[in-house]
C-alpha cells in the first residue's frame, strides 16, 4: 500500500511539472515575449532631430508621442539586463548548493526537530539528522526543477530590489515578486518555474518520508510552507539592507 501511494504521489508531481514546461507553452511564452519586446523600441528623438524641424516649420515643434505601452514599463524594466546560460547557472549552483541552502536547510530541519516531525524519526539526534537530509534533498530537487524549467520558459526568479519608497509599496512587491518572473524584455510574468518546482519537490519529497506525512495533504502542506518561506526570504533582501546600514550608523 506504501509503495503504491508514493508511487502515485511521484507520478502526480511529475505530471505537474511536465505540463509546466510542456514545448507548446514554451513556444508560445517566447513568441509573446518577442511581440512585447518590439512593442517597447521605440525610435529615440534627438535634440537634434527636434531643432532641424524647427527651422524647417518656422514653429514650435510638436513632442513626439510615445505609445501608451511605455507607461506601464518603469526605469527597472528597461534597464534590466537578462541572465545569460553562465549566470543561470550560477545561479542554480550558488542557491542550491551554497552556504545560504545549508543554512537554510538547517533552519527547517531544527524546526521540524522542535516540532518531533515526523514523529517516527525521534527527538535525538539521529533524527534532526533524517531531517535534515530530508530538507536537504527537498531543496535539491526543487532546485533542479526550477532551473531546467525557468532555461526552458526563460524566466528569471532572482529578487531584484524594488527601489520604491514606502513600507507597503516595498512589501507588496516584495510579496508579488514570490509568485512573479522576469522575462528577458524585463516585464514580470507569473513565475511557473518557482511555483511548479515548489509543487513538484513537496509531492516527490513523499517518496521517502514515514507513513505519518507519506500523504497527499501533508505534500500540499509542504508546498505552502515553501511558499511562506520563500515570502519571508524575499521580505528580507528588500528590507534587511536598510536596517543594515541603520545599525552601522550608530
Do not use: C
Amino acid at each position: 500500500m506504501r509503495i503504491r501511494l508514493n508511487t502515485f504521489l511521484l507520478g502526480t508531481s511529475l505530471v505537474l511539472m511536465g505540463s509546466t514546461i510542456t514545448p507548446a507553452m514554451a513556444e508560445e511564452w517566447n513568441k509573446e515575449t518577442k511581440f512585447e519586446a518590439n512593442v517597447v523600441d521605440v525610435p529615440v528623438t534627438t535634440i537634434a532631430d527636434i531643432a532641424a524641424a524647427e527651422d524647417d516649420a518656422g514653429s514650435e515643434p510638436t513632442r513626439p508621442t510615445q505609445p501608451a505601452q511605455l507607461g506601464a514599463v518603469s526605469t527597472e524594466d528597461l534597464d534590466y539586463a537578462p541572465m545569460t546560460q553562465s549566470e543561470r547557472l550560477r545561479h542554480y549552483l550558488n542557491g542550491t548548493f551554497g552556504l545560504g541552502a545549508l543554512n537554510k536547510t538547517a533552519v527547517s530541519a531544527e524546526i521540524n526537530h522542535l516540532r518531533n516531525v515526523p514523529k517516527e524519526w525521534g527527538p535525538n539526534r539521529g533524527g534532526f539528522g533524517a531531517r535534515f537530509g530530508s530538507a536537504f534533498g527537498q531543496h535539491v530537487i526543487r532546485g533542479t526543477l526550477q532551473y531546467g524549467a525557468s532555461a526552458a520558459l526563460h524566466e528569471d526568479n532572482r529578487y531584484l530590489r524594488s527601489g520604491k519608497r514606502g513600507f507597503w509599496k516595498r512589501t507588496g512587491y516584495a510579496v508579488s515578486s514570490t509568485f512573479l518572473a522576469r522575462r528577458p524584455d524585463g516585464r514580470r510574468r507569473f513565475s511557473f518555474s518557482r511555483i511548479g518546482s515548489a509543487g513538484g519537490a513537496g509531492f516527490i519529497s513523499r517518496a521517502w518520508m514515514p507513513p505519518s506525512i507519506a500523504t497527499a495533504g501533508a505534500g500540499a502542506s509542504s508546498f505552502g510552507l515553501t511558499i511562506a518561506f520563500d515570502v519571508g526570504s524575499n521580505m528580507f533582501r528588500e528590507f534587511w539592507p536598510d536596517i543594515k546600514r541603520g545599525f552601522t550608523r550608530r
